[in-house]
């Protein structure tokens, strides 16, 4: 079993940047792949980045591409995603995810535990 727990999110302006970070529980954390979603009112939860279990792989939506960076400390149990230059059609709930397969992967049911998310919203 895994738990996540998202934290980081807020109001920031256009252009700005926030960093989102999401703590997980239990011995196995290193062994998961670890992605990012959200989800904005009246639409779909949508892949936003990924990461390996080792850190050495990642791969981004191309909303995210050149903007946001997923990262991982796998001795702190902790993903992160840096989000820079932010737009407002950035504004959504972001969620944490954990695969137990250990790589990158962009689909929804492809994940086996999710965070509670934190809600992102960016004034123009």
């Known amino acids: 079993q895994v738990q996540l727990v998202e934290s980081g999110g807020g109001l920031v302006q256009a252009g700005g940047s926030l960093r989102l970070s999401c703590a997980a529980s239990?011995?196995?954390?290193?062994?998961?792949?670890m992605g990012w979603f959200r989800q904005a009112p009246g639409k779909e939860r949508e892949f936003v980045a990924a990461?390996?279990?080792?850190?050495?792989?990642?791969y981004y939506a191309d909303s995210a591409k050149g903007r946001f960076t997923i990262s991982r400390d796998n001795a702190k149990n902790t993903v992160y995603l840096q989000m820079n230059s932010l737009k407002p059609e950035d504004t959504a709930v972001y969620y944490c995810?954990?695969?137990?397969?250990?790589?990158?992967?962009?689909?929804?049911?492809?994940?086996?535990?999710w965070g509670q998310g934190t809600q992102v919203t960016v004034s123009s």
């Open positions: 995810a954990a695969a137990a397969k250990s790589y990158v992967y962009t689909q929804v049911y492809e994940y086996d535990y």
């Open positions: 239990g011995r196995t954390f290193s062994s998961y792949g």
């Open positions: 990461i390996s279990w080792s850190g050495r792989s990642t």
